[in-house]
């Protein structure tokens, strides 16, 4: 598996947040204001606040751009682990954030995903604590974190999963 730099890792998911935007435009008239330069936001973990039709609520929205090939979701438990035992550090972006909906963008693979984030919360935590799904420790260097890896097949099967979209690229371009 190839490990990013976190700065690197931070290009490419921006990379993927343009055409997340763009999509949901364009399938469901979401109306998206740019929240990651936010303190409130960042501590919140939400990358856009977003508005559907006349309706003004703002709900938040966490953004995760993947570009491996989608056999498995990477479901991160712990993030920046501090010392030598896996299970030690900070909530993982999964669980911290506030988002109402989380969209997982495989952009090479041209599918989105989209969750209802408190149900992908309760399933990344029941996953965890059952040991169903293997658990990988990733570290490059500068950044460690403990996820769980779903199969994208079962992960596709949940009931927090509100929308799936495989044909972005046809919607991007259309």
Not at 23 to 34: A, H
Not at 68 to 83: C, D, G, M, R, W
Not at 146 to 157: A, M, N
Request: hydrophobic letters at 35%; proline letters at 3%.
């Amino acid at each position: 598996m190839t490990i990013h730099n976190m700065h690197d890792s931070l290009i490419k998911g921006g990379e993927g947040e343009p055409e997340v935007i763009a999509i949901l435009e364009k399938q469901f008239g979401i109306l998206c204001r740019d929240v990651r330069l936010d303190p409130q936001a960042q501590k919140d973990d939400i990358d856009y606040y977003y508005t559907i039709g006349n309706n003004p609520t703002e709900h938040g929205l966490e953004i995760k751009t993947d570009f491996y090939f989608p056999k498995n979701v990477a479901l991160e438990v712990i993030s920046t682990i501090q010392s030598t035992n896996p299970y030690k550090g900070t909530e993982g972006c999964i669980l911290k954030t506030k988002s109402d909906r989380l969209a997982y963008y495989f952009i090479k693979h041209n599918k989105l995903i989209m969750c209802e984030t408190k149900g992908l919360q309760k399933f990344t935590l029941d996953a965890w604590k059952s040991g169903k799904y293997r658990q990988v420790e990733i570290d490059n260097g500068t950044w460690r974190a403990l996820v769980i890896l779903v199969p994208v097949k079962e992960f596709e099967q949940q009931k927090f999963i509100t929308k799936i979209i495989n044909n972005t690229k046809e919607i991007l371009n259309g």
